[in-house]
Every structure is written in C-alpha cells, then in structure tokens.
C-alpha cells in the first residue's frame, strides 16, 4: 500500500469512535496535569486549518498534537507540520495514527523550554494549536515576545482568555495579556466550540481565536521592553492610581510625575483606562528621561 492509499484510508482521528478506539488500543490514560482534553470533532478541526488558511507547502508549529487531531487536519491541508509533545507517551502513539503523513515532524519536548528558532528552521511560519489551558498564557507571551518568524497563530483557548485577549480599554478584563496581544497581533475571535467537542469534556467553553502577527507593532515605541514594563506595573495593582501603581512598581516619583505630565495622562486614571497609544507615549516619556 503506497502513503496515497493509507491517506484515503485513514480514519479523520477526530471523531469519539477513533478516539475512544486509539486510546483503548494504547492504554492511554488522559492527563488533566497536561491540559489533555482531545477534540472529537472535525468540523472544530476544519475550522482551525481554514481560519489558519493552510495552504500546500505552508510551514506550521503545532503545540501539543495529542493523539494527532488536529495535526491530521493540517496534514491532510498540505502543512509541513512541527508538533511539539511534552507526553512521553504520545509519539509512539503518534508514529502509529499519522503513519499515513510524510509531512510531520514529531518534537518530544516543552514547549515553553524547546529552541523554536532551531526546530523551525529558516523562514516564517504559522502556529496552529488546541492549547493545554494550564499554560495558555505563558506560551501566548513565549511565541509574541520572542519575535520568531510568526505571521499567523490560530488556537484553541478557554473562552475567557479569549475575551482577555480581545478586550478594549476601560473593561474590567482589559490587561497585559491584552495589550501584549494586541500590540503584536490582530485578535479575532472565530469560533464558539462547546466543551461536546471534546473527551473529557472540559469545565469551560472554549473558542478559536485566530491572530495576525502585525507587520510593526501596533505602536511605536522607542524601548520595547521598557513599554511591557510600563504596562505590567499599570495592570499590577489595579485598583490604584495609575502613578501610584507605577510608583508602587518601583519607578521613582518624581520620574511618574514627570513622565505622566509628559504623556499629557491623568495621573488618577487607572491602567486599565489607556489605550495601546497612550502606553506608547508613556513608555517613550520615561525612555526619554534615560535618554536626558
Ligand atoms: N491537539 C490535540 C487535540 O486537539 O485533540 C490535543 C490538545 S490538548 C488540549 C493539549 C496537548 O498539549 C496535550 O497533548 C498535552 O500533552 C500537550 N502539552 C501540555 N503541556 C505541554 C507543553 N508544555 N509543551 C508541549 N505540549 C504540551
């Protein structure tokens, strides 16, 4: 039998029957440590390759395949796909269900510890994921504030993530995990996926969001880091001030003052009011002062 046949042949793994029959047939136990919960549905799937608008040839990161859901998805779309695993059970499991791809590179490893820049080779690529909800978002903060060659990530994350994700200044939601997002990306949110669409059934809803890397930023800043500094100081003690969380952070008084008036910002506003521009403007009013 040649790899054509065995891909007609091969059973979609998103699917409870498939599922439910692969794990029975590795013994599998799934982990909640690991964020194990595996899509059963391919609709959900076909959504993920089409909003990640997978084409032949595209290179793609895949974080934590599983059993191989939706890693056959962007298999069967044409991907080079690169999946890393941290279960030391799965790529055995792995070999057996996408036995049928040439296309696949299974990375047994963290995600959070693995050289992407290394696995990945030269030149950019996609990020498509069903996240394990335990670490969403240090991986998120991982792959935007390593400037790897990303131009596009669609994942799966429980639906409150999302909504942090995509919220606007002045909602109680709106955070560093918001302006971090949307300071690298365009966040959308494109699909409602019930916890039915998955074994075991997580506690939450979960949706697909999907997220195009900008070009540049989304502001300008003279000192990157120094922004994301600003911005996790304004978010760290949200019920002060804007200059006393600041203050609070550690930035000396007299340089918030400054800076503030600078920026032309209250300083009794609170972090969660200002937009992705006006912390760009604070950043730069304190890098200037480095700069005096
Ligand atoms: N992609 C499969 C699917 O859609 O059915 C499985 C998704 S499941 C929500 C999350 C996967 O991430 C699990 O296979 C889990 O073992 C893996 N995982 C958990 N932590 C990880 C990490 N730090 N690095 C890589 N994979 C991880």
Do not use: W
């Amino acid at each position: 039998m040649n790899t054509e046949d065995e891909k007609v042949l091969q059973p979609k793994i998103a699917s409870r029957e498939v599922t439910t029959h692969i794990l029975k047939a590795f013994g599998l136990r799934m982990s909640k440590k690991l964020g194990q919960n595996f899509l059963i549905d391919a609709r959900i799937v076909q959504g993920i390759v089409d909003a990640a608008e997978i084409k032949p040839g595209d290179r793609v990161l895949e974080i934590g395949p599983g059993i191989g859901t939706l890693t056959q998805g962007l298999a069967e779309a044409g991907a080079a796909v690169t999946a890393v695993e941290l279960d030391k059970k799965l790529p055995t499991v792995l070999k057996e269900t996408l036995k049928a791809y040439d296309n696949v590179t299974i990375v047994p490893g963290d995600i959070l510890k693995v050289n992407i820049p290394e696995i990945m080779g030269e030149g950019s690529f996609k990020v498509a994921a069903n996240l394990p909800y335990y670490i969403t978002t240090p991986i998120l903060m991982t792959l935007l504030e390593r400037h790897l060659p990303i131009t596009h990530m669609v994942t799966m994350v429980q639906k409150e993530v999302a909504e942090r994700m995509t919220a606007k200044p002045g909602s109680r939601i709106y955070g560093a995990l918001s302006v971090a997002v949307q300071y690298y990306t365009e966040p959308e949110i494109v699909l409602d996926v019930p916890p039915r669409s998955f074994i075991p059934a997580p506690e939450v809803m979960s949706v697909v969001v999907s997220c195009r890397v900008r070009q540049q930023p989304a502001v300008a800043v003279q000192d990157e880091k120094l922004f994301f500094r600003v911005v996790k100081a304004a978010f760290g003690q949200r019920r002060k001030t804007l200059a006393n969380a600041l203050r609070g952070a550690g930035f000396p008084k007299e340089q918030v003052r400054d800076a503030l008036e600078a920026a032309g910002i209250d300083p009794v506003r609170r972090g969660e009011t200002l937009t992705l521009t006006e912390f760009g403007q604070l950043a730069d009013a304190f890098a200037a002062q480095k700069n005096a």
